[in-house]
C-alpha cells in the first residue's frame, strides 16, 4: 500500500526533521568534546532543550489548540486542549552524550484520552518511522508489519537495563535469567522509542522494559500497534504508557515472552495490572 501521509503526520515529521537538523549538528560538536576532561554533558543538556524548544514552537504554530507533554518542560496547555503531544526530544541520550549515533526524536498524539499518532525519527540514519491510528505503521514510504516469528527459540527481543539510581536490578536480572536461554538473542539499544519503532518493523520481534514514562512510548506504541503488534504492561495490564511497564511484540510471542516474565518476576511484581482497568493508555 502507497503511503499518504494526513496533514497531522506532516506537522509531525516537518516538525520532528527541522529539530533533528539541530540535534545533528550538536551531536558533530560531542564527538569533538569527548576528549576534554569535563566532558559533554552540559553541552548535551543544552542541546536536548534546543530541540525541546524547536519541536515545541512548530507543533504549536501547526496546531495552537493542542496542549504538551514533554520530557523537559512537562505538562503544558493541556487542561482543556482536545490533545495532547507527547514529546521526548532526544530520546537515547546516553548514547548521544557517549558519540553513539542511536537516538531519535519521538512525538506522539493522545486524543480523546487515545494515542492516534505517532513518530520516531533517527535524525542520524534519517528513519522515520510513522503511524496513524486505523491508517498503518510505515517506515520512511513502506508499509511496516511486526515480524512474523513464531518460536520463542527464533526470538531477538530488545530491553532497557537498570541503571545507576533507577530501575529494579534484582528484578531485571530474574527476568534476564529466564528469558535469555529460551531464544536467540537480547539487545539492549538504550532508545525504547527505536526499540519499539524496531518491533514495528520486525526487526525486532518484541521488546520489554520498566520504570519508562510516557514520552519514551507514546509514539512507538501506535507504530507497533498499526504494525500488526500487541503491547501491554509486562503483567498484562492495559495502561502500558501511564505505568511505564510494557511488553510489545508481535502476535505470537507477546503471550508466551509474558509468561515467562511474569513468572520470573512472581505475583507481586509491579505493572500487573489487571486487564480492561484502564483506557489503553
Ligand atoms: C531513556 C532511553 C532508554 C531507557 C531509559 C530512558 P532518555 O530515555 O529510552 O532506552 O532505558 O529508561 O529513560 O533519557 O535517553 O530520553
Ligand atoms: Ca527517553
Ligand atoms: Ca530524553
Request: charged share 20%.
Amino acid at each position: 500500500m502507497a503511503a499518504i501521509r494526513s496533514a497531522l503526520i506532516n506537522v509531525m515529521v516537518r516538525s520532528a526533521q527541522k529539530a533533528g537538523r539541530l540535534l545533528v549538528r550538536d551531536f558533530g560538536e560531542v564527538e569533538q568534546l569527548q576528549v576534554s576532561r569535563k566532558g559533554p554533558a552540559d553541552f548535551v543538556s543544552t542541546a536536548d532543550h534546543k530541540a525541546e524548544q524547536a519541536l515545541k514552537a512548530e507543533l504549536r504554530k501547526a496546531r495552537p489548540q493542542f496542549g504538551f507533554l514533554m520530557e523537559e518542560s512537562g505538562a503544558s496547555g493541556s487542561e482543556t486542549a482536545e490533545a495532547r503531544w507527547i514529546v521526548d526530544p532526544l530520546d537515547g541520550t546516553t548514547n548521544f552524550l557517549h558519540g553513539i549515533p542511536h537516538f531519535a526524536l519521538s512525538i506522539g498524539l493522545e486524543q480523546g484520552g487515545e494515542l492516534v499518532a505517532g513518530v520516531v525519527y533517527n535524525p542520524i540514519t534519517d528513519e522515520l518511522f510513522w503511524g496513524e491510528k486505523g491508517q498503518g505503521a510505515f517506515f520512511n514510504d513502506r508499509r511496516l508489519r511486526v515480524s512474523g516469528r513464531r518460536n520463542l527459540a527464533e526470538a531477538l527481543v530488545a530491553t532497557g537495563v537498570p541503571f545507576l539510581g533507577h530501575g529494579d536490578p534484582e528484578g531485571f536480572k530474574a527476568e534476564l535469567a529466564a528469558l535469555m536461554p529460551r531464544i536467540a538473542g537480547i539487545r539492549r539499544f538504550g532508545a525504547a522509542s527505536l526499540d519499539l519503532a524496531y518491533v514495528a518493523a520486525g526487526r525486532f520481534d518484541a521488546f520489554w522494559e520498566r520504570d519508562l514514562s510516557p514520552w519514551d512510548v507514546a509514539a512507538g506504541i501506535v507504530l507497533v500497534r498499526e504494525a500488526g503488534g500487541f503491547v501491554s504492561e509486562i503483567g498484562g495490564g492495559h495502561a502500558p504508557m501511564m505505568s511505564g511497564s510494557i511488553l510489545a511484540a508481535n502476535a505470537h510471542l507477546h503471550l508466551p515472552i509474558g509468561k515467562v516474565l511474569r513468572d520470573a518476576a512472581g505475583a507481586g511484581a509491579s505493572g500487573a495490572g489487571s486487564p480492561g482497568r484502564h483506557s489503553g493508555l
